[in-house]
């Protein structure tokens, strides 16, 4: 029997590590092992109690004070004791529901291991390819699958492989995987990498393998140190076994793989601004055409796609495209992973069929809103991306249906949102963003941002005025027209989804000084009221402002000039005897 | 700005394995970084010396990416993550919370050089939500009462 831990980085903040070392001491090291994110990260630390291949057990949400109890079970295969730390039934549908195709290894094999992988089926597609396949077969498979960019573009993936296996342009050529991941909210590469590293690898390669590749470079972003990590040490492994470098598998066909990490800009997540990084340069975009299947990486032909569109490439060769094709809507092929977060009782990885509706994410696999709350919107990628208000939830999830919205799928962050959250506040937190990212160059994009942020801001303020609304709306015109990247023309998104879908909000906080959230703190009005205060005094003694006023045992009140809004008599009063307006 | 001279002897073996390769500036002031902590005026004058770039595209570099630091770090490098999830589960007052505590606003160092603290970029932990990383270890399902405390056991454990 061996107990399993997860240790992705969402195991390990959760407090894995602790629970490893409580286990060692108490259990033999052999029956001690480690996996990687499985994406239930709301019951994060997981243990897993295997018997030879069968999972025998899933234990949730374990502290180092259950390391006895788990020891115990082990060694006498009792599980009575442990049965409190078992997975319910209804925490079991976030898995049941999902279709696992690019996630799936993660939190079932050990990522540090090639061994596992090869066990798993790993490496037999690129076996399959070098034997058998000649790269325009390859590429043939990929159309046949439908495979899109999962980094948000959804472009046919087989087109830009074809297209820089057909350039002319002199010079090697370059294979690049996009795990710059900047968008925030989402972390979905950032659990590929970590938790299955070698699929991300053989992905690669067959891409290589298919445009004439002869090096490779991953540019994973700074933040995420144990995914470069992890991923060094499975490049190390696969040189050692010749599925790196000289002659692969003895097939005649060489290739190198390095790990570039990024250092800290959101816009490298831009494939040009990428490759001028890679250069050493500041990330700035450039101007295409010429794409980079021409003109890439030092002016050679090179190919850019992202870590989630790389994972599913072994799959769909060992499996064949049509299979692959069989998952998903017309336009929209195969299957996405997101990353559910926010107000939801179930937070973590989903990858589900493309076709499947956002309410039964949200609901039936998301378990719904925490608290029970009403939801208001879900959050669709990233600060390029837009709310989807609660009457559209039935949209499908499908590139052109989501952007018929006004929103994009983007690269999986799907955050969601409830009747106490601004939708204005959130359109500021995304300018706030992007104004920050901006990289400088366009004058439009630089100076729009701001400007944009600037006003949404104010609004946020109670200093919002007549005309800001019509303002916000030239300014997301003329943002979207003068920006040469993604970044700029994406960035008024957010604003333009909330204005279409939540007016309202923003006419409150204009017109009528008003926060029906409560979030914009600056218009908000505390009150006491004087059927429900005691006089303990408590309030007044906590106001930092000094704002409350009354005598003991006597109703108390707020004075409205003095008071800063910061909430600490709501949250001393014992008696609910404030209001907040 | 610094006075400071630093050890560039330190800086040899980095310069010696990269400098030759092209594209690889980002990489050498990364390594410069851990090895002084950040990247001090004579270091960023000497790795332009010894890439064949000017000074002002090396600092050019340098200030485009927010990873590199200027000055130096505090002994704690305390980060509140600003991303979507962290936000609608409330980091803005994690954020604001912290600053009172430490005095500081955020880019900046307390006096005594315990605590940096800065508002970072999605770290990647959306389901705990807030999140602050201090040195790298990642504290999850905060309220602004944790996260103080948290800096507060820190501060007493260096007797400060």
């Known amino acids: 029997m061996r107990v399993v831990i997860g240790e992705g980085s969402c195991g390990i903040a959760a407090g894995a590590l602790k629970v490893r070392s409580a286990l060692e001491k108490l259990l033999e090291k052999e029956t001690i092992g480690s996996t990687g994110c499985i994406g239930m990260c709301f019951l994060e630390p997981i243990v897993d109690i295997y018997e030879g291949k069968n999972l025998l057990k899933r234990l949730v949400r374990v502290s180092e004070k259950d390391a006895e109890n788990i020891a115990k079970a082990v060694k006498t295969a009792d599980f009575s004791k442990i049965s409190y730390l078992e997975i319910s039934s209804e925490d079991e549908e976030f898995l049941n529901r999902q279709t696992r195709i690019a996630l799936r290894n993660c939190g079932k094999i050990d990522p540090s291991s090639i061994e596992d992988y090869r066990e798993n089926g790993g490496y037999k597609a690129l076996e399959k390819v070098l034997e058998k396949m000649l790269p325009e077969e390859v590429i043939e498979e990929i159309k046949k699958s439908g495979l899109a960019g999962r980094g948000g573009a959804g472009f046919p993936t087989w087109f830009k492989w074809n297209a820089a296996r057909k350039s002319e342009i002199k010079g090697k050529k370059h294979l690049i995987c996009n795990a710059d991941e900047g968008d925030p909210g989402a972390f979905m590469d950032r659990a590929l990498i970590e938790s299955d590293p070698h699929s991300l690898i053989e992905g690669m390669l067959i891409g290589a393998y298919a445009i004439g590749a002869s090096d490779m470079t991953v540019y994973v972003r700074a933040e995420y140190p144990l995914a470069i ?30 790990i570039k990490a990024g250092a800290g800009a959101f816009v490298c997540g831009e494939e040009t601004a990428l490759i001028e990084s890679l250069e050493g340069k ?114 499908v999830i499908d590139y052109k249906k989501l952007s018929e919205t006004g929103a994009i799928m983007g690269s999986g962050g799907m955050v969601v949102m409830d ?8 359109a500021k937190f995304f300018l706030d963003f992007t104004a920050e990212e901006s990289c400088g160059k366009c004058v439009h994009c630089r100076l729009g941002t701001k400007r944009m942020q600037e006003i949404l801001t104010r609004i946020t303020e109670g200093e919002g005025k007549e005309g800001d609304i019509e303002l916000l709306e030239e300014l997301c015109e003329a943002v979207k027209d003068g920006a040469l990247c993604g970044l700029g023309q994406t960035a008024p998104n957010p604003v333009l989804t909330t204005l279409k879908y939540f007016r309202n909000e923003y006419e409150e906080h204009i017109f009528e000084h008003r926060c029906k959230a409560k979030e914009c703190s600056v218009l908000l009005e505390y009150e006491i009221l004087p059927e429900k205060c005691r006089g303990c005094t408590l309030c007044a003694k906590n106001c930092p402002a000094k704002a409350i006023f009354g005598e003991l045992k006597n109703p108390h009140v707020i004075d409205k000039n003095l008071c800063v809004k910061c909430g600490a008599c709501s949250k001393i009063c014992r008696f609910g005897a404030i209001l907040i307006k | 700005m610094d ?45 332009a010396k ?17 990873q590199f630091r200027l000055e130096p770090l ?52 959306c389901s705990l939500a807030p999140v602050i990383m201090i040195n790298g270890e990642a504290f999850g399902n905060l309220t602004t009462e944790k996260a103080v405390r948290i800096l507060k056991n820190l501060r007493e454990k260096e007797g400060a």
Not at chain 1, 232 to 254: M, P, R, Y
Not at chain 2, 93 to 116: H, N, P, Q, R, W
Request: charged content about 25%; glycine content about 12%.
């Open chain 1, 282 to 395: 500041r990330g700035m975009p450039r101007l295409k055409p010429p794409f980079p299947a021409q003109k890439g990486y030092f002016d050679e032909p090179s190919n850019i796609n992202n870590v989630e569109t790389f994972a599913n490439v072994a799959w769909i060769i060992e499996n064949g495209g049509e299979k692959f094709a069989k998952l998903g809507t017309e336009n929209s092929k195969g299957t996405k992973v997101f990353a559910l977060t926010g107000k939801i009782k179930r937070s973590g990885l989903v990858e589900v069929p493309m076709g499947m509706t956002l309410r039964e994410v949200v609901f039936e696999i998301g378990g719904g809103i925490r608290g029970d709350k009403k939801i208001k919107a879900v959050q669709l990628g990233g600060p390029s991306g837009g709310c989807i208000p609660e009457n559209l939830l039935d949209t």
């Open chain 1, 229 to 258: 990590k992890r991923l060094e040490k499975a490049i190390e492994q696969a040189k050692k076994v010749g599925i790196l470098g000289e002659n692969i598998l003895g097939s005649g066909f060489s290739c190198d793989m390095k």
């Open chain 2, 50 to 66: 010894k890439t064949g770039n000017t000074p002002a595209e090396v600092l050019g570099v340098a200030t485009f990416y927010s």
């Open chain 2, 3 to 47: 006075a400071l001279q630093s050890n560039l002897k330190l800086l040899e073996p980095v310069l010696d394995e990269f400098a030759p390769e092209k594209g690889s500036l980002i990489t050498i002031l990364q390594k410069a970084q851990e090895i002084y902590g950040y990247l001090p005026k004579d270091v960023i004058y000497h790795i």
């Open chain 2, 74 to 125: 505090g002994k704690y490098l305390v980060m509140v993550c600003q991303g979507t999830a962290c936000h609608v589960n409330g980091s803005e007052k994690v954020s604001a919370a912290v600053s009172e505590y430490l005095g500081i606003e955020s880019g900046k160092t307390t006096e005594d050089g315990l605590f940096t603290f800065e508002k970072v970029a999605c770290l990647g932990c």
């Open chain 1, 419 to 426: 009747e106490d959250t601004c939708m204005v506040g959130m």
